[in-house]
């Protein structure tokens, strides 16, 4: 694996040092796993897309009842 050296400022050092899940885990494992959990947070085109959609829903007063939603559902609120 080729390495690098990167600068990072102390505090970010121990912030680092805190979310290792063992203590031999390496930097590189610790950033790694932080830039993946980012990925899986972030929002597709299509997420955002339906997310503005059903906005403009509600704004249009477009909006159900929990009581319709439960009988689309078949679902029982009792």
Same mark, same amino acid.
């Given at each position: 694996? #080729?390495?690098?050296? %990167? #600068?990072?400022?102390?505090?970010?050092?121990?912030?680092?040092?805190?979310?290792?899940?063992?203590?031999?885990?390496?930097?590189?494992?610790?950033?790694?796993?932080?830039? !993946?959990?980012? *990925? !899986?947070?972030?929002?597709?085109?299509?997420? %955002?897309?339906?997310? #503005?959609?059903?906005?403009? #829903?509600?704004?249009?007063?477009?909006?159900?009842?929990?009581?319709?939603?439960?009988? *689309?559902?078949? %679902?029982?609120?009792?």
């Amino acid at each position: 694996m #080729q390495k690098t050296t %990167i #600068q990072i400022n102390k505090s970010t050092l121990e912030k680092l040092k805190q979310l290792k899940k063992y203590e031999r885990e390496s930097y590189d494992e610790v950033i790694t796993t932080l830039a !993946e959990e980012a *990925e !899986e947070e972030t929002l597709t085109k299509e997420e %955002i897309e339906d997310l #503005q959609e059903a906005l403009e #829903q509600v704004k249009r007063g477009e909006l159900f009842s929990i009581e319709e939603v439960a009988k *689309e559902l078949n %679902i029982s609120l009792n």
